[in-house]
């Protein structure tokens, strides 16, 4: 896939928006797969009524059920619907929007953010900077550090990862992703605060 001159031919908003999530899914190692857990996720966070009348599966929700089938089919059902709106073959809704930009890594969210508001002659917020950003994120890791907790205790029942573990190797790999996305983002804000306020840091000791 050739992002490089997305930017420049990108016309519509929904073009913008499908770009910025290509962009991720071809230079970072998360799949559509990923990109899909990580929306429904977030509409289930922003318009949870609006995400179950529109039948966004919750995966947590589907996770904490310990139905493998279920999952299986929800991931598939789901997956197939997120492919359709990034190959532009269904125009994207507007109640998506919101939670198709923040299910974005924080590289690439911020990119898509500042591209979306200079179209209107602005510029794009940093969620870096915002104290509730970072609590909603560490609210998030530990929401996916539960997950691996739940799914890997049936994991490692044994004691060991073998064959018989593989129906719950799919949520296992999913939510390890998840804590990795969510630590990564924690720690690049607090790198972030840590460079800002180091003159003062060295003042203090």
Do not use: Y
């Not at 179950?52 to 789901?78: H, M, Y």
């Not at 998030?140 to 890997?152: C, E, H």
């Not at 998840?178 to 607090?190: D, P, T």
């Amino acid at each position: 896939m050739n992002t490089s001159s997305s930017r420049h031919s990108v016309q519509t908003r929904d073009q913008v928006l499908v770009a910025h999530a290509a962009n991720q899914i071809a230079r970072t190692s998360l799949s559509q797969d990923d990109f899909a857990q990580a929306l429904s996720r977030e509409l289930h966070l922003a318009c949870p009524e609006k995400a179950i009348s529109k039948e966004v599966p919750d995966f947590a929700a589907l996770t904490g059920q310990n139905d493998v089938g279920e999952f299986v089919k929800a991931t598939g059902r789901w997956l197939k619907r997120v492919q359709r709106w990034l190959s532009g073959d269904q125009d994207m809704p507007s109640w998506l929007e919101e939670s198709w930009v923040n299910a974005l890594e924080p590289e690439f969210r911020d990119h898509c953010i500042n591209e979306l508001a200079g179209r209107h002659g602005l510029i794009g917020a940093r969620q870096m900077t915002s104290d509730q950003c970072a609590n909603r994120s560490f609210g998030a890791l530990i929401r996916a550090l539960g997950d691996v907790i739940d799914t890997g205790s049936e994991v490692f029942d044994d004691q060991v990862m073998c064959e018989v573990d593989l129906p719950h190797l799919p949520a296992f790999v999913a939510q390890c992703r998840q804590v990795e996305a969510r630590a990564g983002e924690l720690g690049r804000k607090a790198e972030a605060l840590l460079v800002k306020h180091r003159p003062n840091l060295k003042s203090i000791a």
